[in-house]
């Protein structure tokens, strides 16, 4: 069980974090406040530091942090989270519609990235935060507004272009702004924009990303500088890779950052393609994941492919879910978007418990079984998600049926079929024109697949002119 399962653990860490021989740390009981004695760094006098780990409903632990000095009045604030670095960065991206949007809670560490993507501006690194979306607004209209006078002397041309965006900016805070597009990118994962019951994928997306080395160097955590020279590289050519033979090859671990191995396999799926298995399992920390990569042309048209699931046989069908696949139930109420769970090869239940694992582990400590979800979710949140996961568990036990449909713009997703060659009349497959934000988002528009010998070589004609 990671740090970050196990509340009382980290709140013993936090403790010793400050806890430093000579420090007096005094603790109320009642309200969990740790308090201690700390240097003011703007007049270099004691001041008092209080902290209190909090439990965020659909999140993690976190400390609240405040410092105040007596002798100059100096005050800060800052959020920092109580557990490990996550495996994985994470990136949240919401289309505010409403009033409820505005006021979803917002975690941002020190190390994010918050952008108001509708007015292509960005709130810089170095601030944490535990706030509302419309409290981050607020901050970057006071911080771009208060500085407009000195810019209208100075820099004119910047003041001129920055009306228009505060204006917005306004328009938003006074609720005539809608909708509006924001996102939060974290390569920590720690960072957080708070999900609901009603989330579609139309309006709230959270992907999850490996980090690369150079991220791994910024926060810190790189343990090899010869990893980028290895990252990347196979060890072995295309025509070397045979079926079935498993390959190792020399990579950095996610989770402690220190040189190990990834596993890789190519397997045959019957009546569908080729797809690598990578596994990394870390001898230094425990870190062990696997994932799924398929590989071919890019189709012309994405694949929608829908189960009927009616009974323990149909559960443990085999299954192909890449990373740019999205997973859709009415019945049970889910959808998983694309990058979410990343690529699996499992069984129907095998994915499905997947996604009550991750969840759950979200939404209520693993260890509470009471279904408690934390120090101040609503009761009317609880009765939903404990419904939603009692019709999960159900599904996965093979007492309730129900249909699951699989939409993958790469047309890289497989369910088995149990009557093939024959058809199966519990699976639909049909081909669909992906939309424009897909064809964006996979970035197919900016890839060119003809003409691009005569590109390279008018290139290679005007450099030779350039250089006689």
Request: contains cysteine; hydrophobic residues 30%.
């Amino acid at each position: 069980m990671s740090n970050e399962d196990k509340p009382v653990q980290q709140e013993t860490a936090a403790e010793s974090q400050f806890q430093k021989p000579g420090d007096l740390v005094e603790r109320d009981d009642d309200t969990g406040v740790m308090q201690l004695e700390s240097l003011c760094m703007n007049c270099h006098e004691n001041g008092t530091t209080r902290l209190l780990l909090l439990r965020v409903p659909f999140f993690r632990d976190i400390i609240l942090e405040s410092f105040e000095c007596e002798h100059c009045h100096f005050k800060d604030n800052s959020v920092k989270s109580a557990g490990q670095i996550q495996e994985k960065g994470s990136k949240y991206t919401l289309t505010a519609q409403n009033e409820n949007d505005l006021q979803r809670q917002v975690i941002r560490s020190d190390v994010s990235t918050f952008k108001v993507d509708s007015l292509g501006i960005e709130m810089p690194k170095g601030e944490s935060q535990l706030t509302t979306v419309e409290g981050v607004i607020q901050r970057i209209y006071e911080s771009l507004s208060s500085d407009q006078p000195l810019r209208k002397e100075q820099a004119p041309e910047v003041h001129d272009a920055l009306v228009p965006i505060i204006d917005n900016l306004k328009k938003i805070l006074d609720r005539e702004g809608y909708p509006f597009t924001v996102s939060l990118d974290d390569p920590t994962g720690n960072s957080w924009i708070a999900p609901t019951t009603q989330d579609t994928g139309n309006n709230y997306k959270r992907r999850d990303y490996p980090r690369t080395h150079e991220q791994n160097e910024e926060l810190g955590i790189a343990s090899d500088p010869e990893a980028q020279q290895n990252e990347g590289e196979t060890g072995v050519e295309d025509s070397e890779i045979v079926d079935g033979q498993v390959y190792s090859l020399p990579t950095e671990c996610p989770g402690c950052s220190k040189p190990g191995f990834v596993n890789m396999k190519k397997v045959n799926i019957p009546y569908f393609k080729e797809v690598i298995i990578w596994s990394t399992s870390c001898e230094h920390c425990g870190y062990r994941t696997s994932e799924v990569k398929t590989g071919g042309e890019v189709p012309e048209k994405g694949k929608r492919i829908t189960l009927k699931v009616e009974n323990e046989v149909d559960l443990s069908r085999d299954i192909l879910k890449s990373d740019t696949c999205a997973l859709i139930s009415d019945e049970l109420e889910v959808t998983v978007q694309p990058g979410t769970l990343g690529g699996r090869f499992t069984t129907v239940e095998g994915l499905l418990t997947e996604i009550r694992d991750q969840l759950h582990g979200q939404i209520f400590d693993v260890d509470d079984t009471t279904g408690a979800g934390g120090d101040s979710m609503p009761s009317d949140d609880k009765d939903k998600w404990t419904r939603f996961f009692s019709r999960l568990d159900a599904a996965i036990n093979g007492d309730m049926k129900f249909v699951i449909t699989l939409e993958d713009p790469m047309a890289n997703s497989y369910v088995q079929d149990l009557c093939a060659p024959a058809p199966d009349h519990q699976i639909t497959t049909e081909e669909y024109t992906r939309t424009e934000e897909e064809e964006e988002e996979l970035g197919l528009k900016d890839m060119k697949v003809e003409g691009y010998e005569e590109d390279a070589e008018k290139k290679e004609s005007g450099e030779a002119e350039q250089e006689a």
